[in-house]
């Protein structure tokens, strides 16, 4: 099982649009959990942290269930600059290495 | 805003060359790391470094990379003897995760082009 799985999309949304991507994690021991964003040929950057008790920031909301393993990314009113990779990260059970997953492509079309 | 630079963007080289790619972390962090990411393929972690030391490394971080702080600011990857497989971006990455923010912030990459 990959330590890090998501799907890999591409999503093709208009303008406007409300998406959701998903994410499992195989380590019930990690401690901590990202949802990054790429542009191609980037560097991955930080979206938000994701909580326990799920977090919102602006149009982006973030939801963690400990117990499924499952981490999820809302997006709401969907932006043309929000085309990118979005990639599901976690950390290891006892170091500060990051586990990425191979991320999930969204396209915003006009 | 500090940010995580690197050098160069792109690296050309024959196989069998040895290549450093240099990072300068953001300088009140104390974590640093590298990941790689093959074309089309995810990120992979590689290594970690604190206090001088490695505090991790993967099993790709093999006896052909090595990596050094050889000043207050630079933090350097060493590939001994490149292969065709060393073929990808790396990222530079530090973090302080005693502060405030323990965020790792990526570096722009340098892509190593191996011949």
């Given at each position: 099982r990959?330590?890090?799985?998501?799907?890999?999309g591409p999503f093709?949304?208009?303008e406007g649009?409300?998406?959701a991507?998903?994410c499992t994690?195989s380590n019930?021991?990690?401690?901590?959990?990202?949802?990054?964003?790429?542009d191609c040929r980037k560097e991955?950057?930080?979206l938000?942290?994701?909580?326990s008790s799920?977090n919102?920031?602006?149009r982006?909301?973030a939801?963690?269930?400990?117990?499924?393993q499952y981490?999820?990314?809302?997006?709401?009113?969907?932006k043309?600059s929000?085309?990118?990779?979005y990639?599901?990260?976690?950390?290891?059970?006892?170091s500060?290495?990051l586990i990425?997953?191979?991320?999930?492509?969204?396209?915003v079309r006009? | 805003?500090?940010?995580?630079?690197?050098?160069?963007?792109?690296?050309?080289?024959?196989?069998?060359?040895?290549?450093?790619l240099?990072?300068?972390?953001?300088s009140n962090?104390l974590?640093?790391?590298?990941y790689?990411?093959?074309l089309?393929q995810?990120?992979?972690f590689?290594?970690?470094f604190?206090n001088?030391?490695i505090?991790?490394k993967?099993?790709?971080?093999d006896d052909?990379?090595?990596?050094?702080?050889p000043?207050?600011?630079?933090f350097t990857?060493k590939?001994?003897?490149?292969k065709?497989?060393d073929?990808?971006?790396?990222?530079?990455?530090s973090?302080?995760p005693s502060?405030?923010?323990?965020t790792?912030?990526?570096?722009?990459g340098t892509?190593l082009?191996v011949?």
């Amino acid at each position: 099982r990959k330590e890090v799985e998501q799907d890999p999309g591409p999503f093709n949304v208009p303008e406007g649009a409300t998406v959701a991507f998903n994410c499992t994690y195989s380590n019930s021991a990690s401690q901590s959990f990202f949802w990054y964003r790429q542009d191609c040929r980037k560097e991955p950057k930080l979206l938000m942290s994701v909580y326990s008790s799920g977090n919102e920031d602006g149009r982006f909301t973030a939801q963690l269930n400990r117990a499924s393993q499952y981490i999820s990314l809302l997006i709401r009113d969907s932006k043309l600059s929000d085309s990118a990779t979005y990639l599901c990260v976690v950390s290891g059970d006892s170091s500060y290495k990051l586990i990425f997953g191979s991320g999930t492509r969204l396209l915003v079309r006009p | 805003e500090p940010e995580v630079t690197q050098t160069p963007s792109h690296q050309v080289t024959q196989m069998g060359q040895e290549v450093i790619l240099r990072c300068v972390p953001i300088s009140n962090h104390l974590y640093f790391y590298w990941y790689r990411q093959i074309l089309g393929q995810k990120v992979e972690f590689l290594v970690s470094f604190y206090n001088n030391e490695i505090s991790e490394k993967s099993e790709i971080f093999d006896d052909q990379f090595s990596v050094e702080r050889p000043d207050g600011s630079n933090f350097t990857l060493k590939i001994r003897s490149t292969k065709l497989e060393d073929s990808a971006m790396y990222f530079c990455a530090s973090s302080d995760p005693s502060g405030r923010d323990p965020t790792q912030y990526f570096g722009p990459g340098t892509r190593l082009t191996v011949l």
